[in-house]
């Protein structure tokens, strides 16, 4: 039998005054309410009631554990509402994983504005370009770059990852704006340390195809320094759209061959199929869909 459902029994039976009126409220025979508080009172080793043919009364021993049987009661009632509250209002710790620059200049800012308008939530933000465990690590939701697939995950699609390749206006006042891709052979290219064993960017230059030149006046392992080396005319760089788009905006650095660009790459939300989410990642996916949703 249950331990707790022998405590909920005997409580009855104290406030009712009988097991038969314990019985009619919780829907069970008087002889099973007095089976219930008798194991209690095996397990214990005392006697819990004193019994007669017309009333019962609550030991010493009784009295006292009445006491501590309601606070247990309590205890569990308000676990269970806790987690009733957790379904009903977005509450708790959400972990959110995506990678470096997407998550600092697109997801970092959406998540300021879900804490925001949602007090109660709490957000574990883990920037890096490796791939989470989303099991392994308790990540909620991550977003990838690139194609997704073989983990059994749901896949949101986001707006494509695009590139962009820029200088400094007073970079191109000194070396002229390239016009095709074979012109970058006679500029400064800031390159990725990164690209050449990990990820390869293909420049598209009519029915030609070409790579970003490894070699480089600078050399960077991050695209915000990169970014940095750009804005001092120092060169031509390529990063995500997503890091020089203020830049562009304001007239710092400029784009150039907008045609060659490598393709788009693909973005999704990533999380572990749930029959009963919480409302802190539901919320949480649909405020970053509404946001970056590919339909966007």
Same mark, same amino acid.
């Given at each position: 039998?249950?331990?707790?459902?022998?405590?909920?029994?005997?409580?009855?039976?104290?406030?009712?005054? !009988?097991?038969?009126?314990?019985? =009619?409220?919780?829907?069970?025979?008087?002889?099973?309410?007095?089976?219930?508080?008798?194991?209690?009172?095996?397990?214990?080793?005392?006697?819990?009631?004193?019994?007669?043919?017309?009333?019962? !009364?609550?030991?010493?021993?009784?009295?006292?554990?009445?006491?501590?049987?309601?606070?247990?009661?309590?205890?569990?009632?308000?676990?269970? !509402?806790?987690?009733? =509250?957790? =379904? !009903?209002?977005?509450?708790?710790?959400?972990?959110?994983?995506?990678?470096?620059t997407l998550g600092t200049h697109v997801i970092a800012p959406l998540v300021a504005d879900f804490l925001l308008?949602?007090?109660?939530?709490?957000?574990?933000?883990?920037?890096?370009?490796?791939?989470?465990? *989303?099991?392994?690590?308790?990540?909620?939701?991550?977003?990838r770059i690139g194609p997704v697939g073989g983990e059994g995950l749901v896949a949101r699609a986001l707006v494509?990852?695009?590139?962009?390749?820029?200088?400094?206006?007073?970079?191109?006042?000194?070396?002229g704006r390239p016009s095709k891709v074979a012109d970058l052979a006679q500029h400064h290219c800031l390159h990725?340390?990164?690209?050449?064993?990990?990820?390869?960017?293909?420049?598209?230059?009519?029915?030609?195809?070409?790579?970003?030149?490894? *070699?480089?006046?600078?050399?960077?392992?991050?695209?915000?320094?990169?970014?940095?080396?750009?804005?001092?005319?120092?060169?031509?760089?390529?990063?995500?759209?997503?890091?020089?788009?203020?830049?562009?905006?304001?007239?710092?650095?400029?784009?150039?061959?907008?045609?060659?660009?490598?393709?788009?790459?693909?973005?999704?939300?990533?999380?572990?199929?749930? =029959?009963?989410?919480?409302?802190?990642?539901?919320?949480?996916?649909?405020?970053?869909?509404?946001?970056?949703?590919?339909?966007?």
């Amino acid at each position: 039998m249950d331990k707790l459902r022998h405590m909920e029994v005997f409580v009855a039976v104290v406030d009712g005054g !009988s097991f038969a009126a314990a019985a =009619r409220q919780l829907g069970m025979s008087a002889v099973m309410a007095g089976k219930h508080v008798q194991w209690l009172e095996t397990q214990l080793g005392a006697r819990l009631l004193q019994r007669s043919t017309r009333r019962q !009364s609550l030991t010493e021993v009784g009295r006292i554990f009445c006491d501590d049987c309601r606070r247990v009661l309590e205890q569990v009632r308000w676990a269970e !509402s806790a987690v009733e =509250r957790s =379904r !009903s209002a977005p509450q708790g710790l959400l972990r959110v994983s995506a990678p470096v620059t997407l998550g600092t200049h697109v997801i970092a800012p959406l998540v300021a504005d879900f804490l925001l308008a949602h007090p109660q939530v709490r957000v574990d933000l883990q920037l890096s370009d490796g791939l989470a465990d *989303l099991v392994g690590e308790g990540v909620d939701v991550a977003v990838r770059i690139g194609p997704v697939g073989g983990e059994g995950l749901v896949a949101r699609a986001l707006v494509p990852y695009r590139m962009v390749i820029a200088a400094a206006p007073a970079y191109l006042a000194r070396h002229g704006r390239p016009s095709k891709v074979a012109d970058l052979a006679q500029h400064h290219c800031l390159h990725h340390a990164l690209w050449g064993r990990h990820t390869q960017w293909t420049l598209r230059d009519g029915a030609h195809t070409a790579f970003w030149p490894e *070699l480089a006046r600078l050399q960077c392992n991050q695209g915000e320094a990169l970014r940095h080396a750009a804005l001092r005319g120092l060169g031509l760089v390529m990063q995500p759209e997503v890091l020089l788009a203020s830049d562009i905006a304001a007239g710092r650095l400029e784009p150039v061959l907008s045609d060659c660009v490598p393709p788009p790459r693909p973005v999704h939300l990533v999380y572990a199929p749930d =029959r009963h989410p919480l409302p802190k990642r539901t919320q949480f996916v649909a405020h970053v869909l509404q946001a970056l949703g590919a339909n966007c």
